[in-house]
């Protein structure tokens, strides 16, 4: 069988090598709802500008839909040498309507069609991936209200630093799922442009009408040069770049919960559902998930690498070379889909192990820095009161106290106009509640952080789209 594409010029068939090199229907299948979607948006086009008769137009419908009911069932045949999905819908077209089918193609090309199939899968994937962030949100402003009043040891440099309310910990996750999905929105907006009609390249003398093709396919733009869209592919690389923020984001957590759910900080208890276990050691419970999680993040930056590479110096307008884009892309999408499913149900089922975590809260002097404020506060200067409270953890570190054991006596050597009110900064709850200003751990703004980040994820709250959805 002749693919569709070679026409009159070729005087040869094609090698068989050169179709198993040059195939992409075994990855690209998976564009056939917004291919069908795309050229029935195209062949009504067509009708309203009379380019095709009505009848014509619901029959190209009608047999598309049949063809994409079959491959829904996976009842449709997929034969290499006709090479993509594109191909393949448009050749059983026109097996079933002759030159009715024939017509579908008139005014388009495959470059416009495969960067719009391209593009409403690639917005219909953001939509997938910012329902899963709001999950993933919910399940960590969900955690707020049962661990309320648990204070735990903040790090920095995986040294202990200053106590944090576990709420501020999970929100501290919201915001940055928050700005994830700030970008998977704005990410939407350049991916939302409709290419259909740039043609192969200059456009096209047919008189088509691109904003209704746009309109119809939830676009909400149409792209004013041929030469620019038929080549670009920033979406992609943008929306892989975005989707590997997301992963290093859960790269982080996943680290941070593999640390904690181990014997040497006790802080986290996982759900078994979710771990797996070891075939020769009998005690082991592992994370391999939060494994994963951390691990599979390499995949996505090495999509992101292969994007960039891939379109590097490719001149204008199409190079065949943008076929290799949608491996990557799918391998992305799917990669933190699927860790993002997974991570849901660990955030909302896993424990603190408030014992274990308590009973060591008084380690690591994570009140110093307030004491130091007390003393700031009290007139002595940042950097003279820096090097006394130094000196007085070092007292404490020698004695193998806490700084509220020392004597008040040993508190006057460095500053002699203290009194014993400096207990009342000492202890790691009571430098929890010294906290004060906007956006610290301070228990009053977390309950309004709290508070605040229930409204907006009552509502789903990023700003609302254009009607998404062929798949
Ligand atoms: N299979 C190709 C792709 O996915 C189709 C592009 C066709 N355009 C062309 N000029 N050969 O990119």
Request: glycine share 6%; proline share 3%.
């Amino acid at each position: 069988m002749a693919s569709p594409s070679r026409s009159g010029a070729f005087q040869e068939a094609v090698d068989r090598r050169v179709e198993r090199f040059t195939e992409s229907i075994s990855f690209d299948r998976r564009l056939y709802r917004q291919d069908v979607a795309g050229s029935i948006a195209h062949a009504q086009m067509l009708a309203e500008r009379g380019l095709l008769t009505v009848d014509e137009a619901n029959a190209i419908e009608r047999t598309l839909r049949e063809i994409e009911g079959e491959l829904d069932r996976n009842e449709f045949p997929i034969r290499i040498e006709l090479e993509d999905i594109h191909m393949h819908i448009e050749h059983a077209l026109i097996e079933r309507l002759g030159d009715v089918g024939r017509k579908l193609h008139t005014g388009r090309s495959r470059n416009d069609q495969v960067s719009t199939d391209f593009r409403l899968w690639v917005r219909d994937a953001l939509d997938r991936i910012d329902a899963r962030l709001l999950d993933l949100q919910r399940a960590f402003v969900g955690r707020c209200d049962g661990d309320e009043g648990i204070v735990l040891p903040a790090y920095t440099h995986l040294q202990r630093a200053q106590p944090v309310l576990a709420a501020h910990y999970w929100l501290a996750y919201c915001e940055k799922f928050e700005r994830d999905r700030e970008r998977v929105a704005d990410c939407r907006r350049r991916t939302n442009r409709s290419s259909l009609g740039a043609a192969a390249v200059a456009g096209t003398s047919i008189d088509i009408d691109r904003h209704a093709t746009a309109a119809r396919l939830g676009f909400e733009q149409v792209s004013a040069n041929s030469l620019d869209i038929s080549s670009d592919r920033d979406f992609a690389v943008e929306s892989v770049f975005v989707l590997s923020l997301i992963a290093l984001h859960l790269s982080t957590w996943a680290e941070e919960w593999i640390l904690w759910s181990t014997a040497e900080y006790e802080f986290l208890e996982l759900p078994n559902a979710f771990c797996t276990g070891s075939s020769i050691m009998p005690q082991k419970i592992n994370p391999d998930v939060l494994e994963l999680t951390r691990g599979k993040t390499a995949r996505v930056i090495g999509d992101l690498q292969t994007l960039l590479v891939l379109i590097k110096a490719l001149p204008l307008a199409y190079n065949r070379d943008l076929q290799e884009d949608k491996p990557a892309v799918f391998d992305a999408f799917d990669t933190v889909e699927a860790t993002l499913e997974l991570a849901v149900p660990i955030v909302a089922a896993s424990r603190l192990r408030t014992d274990r975590i308590e009973a060591r809260l008084d380690r690591g002097f994570l009140d110093a820095t307030t004491l130091m404020e007390h003393l700031i506060k009290r007139g002595t200067p940042q950097r003279t009161a820096h090097h006394a409270v130094g000196s007085l953890v070092r007292a404490a570190m020698q004695q193998g106290k806490r700084l509220q054991d020392l004597d008040l006596e040993r508190f006057r050597e460095v500053e002699p106009t203290l009194g014993p009110e400096v207990f009342e900064v000492l202890g790691v709850r009571r430098a929890v509640e010294a906290f004060v200003s906007y956006g610290s751990t301070a228990p009053v703004q977390v309950a309004a952080q709290v508070r605040s980040w229930k409204d907006r994820l009552a509502s789903g709250a990023t700003e609302r789209r254009t009607p998404a959805g062929v798949s």
